[in-house]
């Protein structure tokens, strides 16, 4: 037992202590035909928490969009690649609503992180004139430098948040079950947590 607890410690410490990795991602299998993203970059890497980050985002979407599953994997990278749990509604986590993921996220504040972007998001779409309730007809959408807000986090969540991510993005239609659209990326991020559980 005690071998295991020095492990878990040392794995630990190589997940605080490991490089940061830029921001990169890329469709899981081939490019979609429903969502088309031309364009995507996020800075600075690592993202800071708190602090503010910035986005350009260039999509199209080619065919109405319904009610569909959001499945997402997330694992923290390290020594052991460690796969993160469902925390709070934040993490690898499965919404079963796309029509109705935004609202909730801001009405529960996912994770205690997610409200101010979800509101972020909907302000955005609705200043560029994108629908965003369902249906959601074919159109296109592109955004420079969009601001956001990534806020002051609880002691958990701070030793939690830090620390290079991978994640899977799947989005399989509620009606016919298909999969029609996979992302992955990679991503750095810093709460600037010290010790060994970051409590301080």
């Known amino acids: 037992m005690y071998v295991v607890q020095l492990l878990c ?40 928490s708190p602090g503010k980050f910035y986005v350009d985002f260039d999509e199209e ?3 109405t969009l319904n009610s569909s599953r959001i499945e ?17 509604n934040f993490g690898s986590c499965t919404y079963p609503d796309s029509c109705t993921v935004l609202n ?6 996912y994770g205690g ?17 994108v629908v965003h309730k369902c249906p959601v007809p074919p159109q296109k959408f592109s955004v420079k430098q969009a601001e956001f807000s990534l806020p002051k986090t609880s ?15 799947r989005m399989i ?3 016919n079950k298909a999969e029609f659209f996979c992302m992955k990326f990679r991503i750095s991020v810093d709460t600037g947590c010290t010790g060994w559980f970051c409590f301080r």
């Open 9 to 48: 410690m040392f794995c630990a410490v190589c997940v605080c202590l490991s490089r940061d990795v830029p921001f990169e991602w890329s469709y899981c299998n081939g490019k979609s035909k429903v969502i088309k993203i031309k364009n995507l970059k996020i800075w600075p890497t690592p993202l800071k």
């Open 61 to 63: 979407t080619t065919q």
């Open 72 to 88: 997402i994997k997330v694992k923290k990278l390290g020594f052991i690649d460690l796969p993160v749990p469902c925390i709070t």
């Open 104 to 109: 909730e996220m801001e009405k529960y504040d």
């Open 113 to 129: 992180l997610m409200g101010p972007i979800s509101q972020t998001i909907k302000k955005m779409f609705d200043d560029n004139g």
């Open 155 to 169: 002691r958990i969540m701070k030793r939690f948040l830090k620390g290079n991510f991978e994640a899977q993005v």
């Open 173 to 175: 239609d509620n009606g």
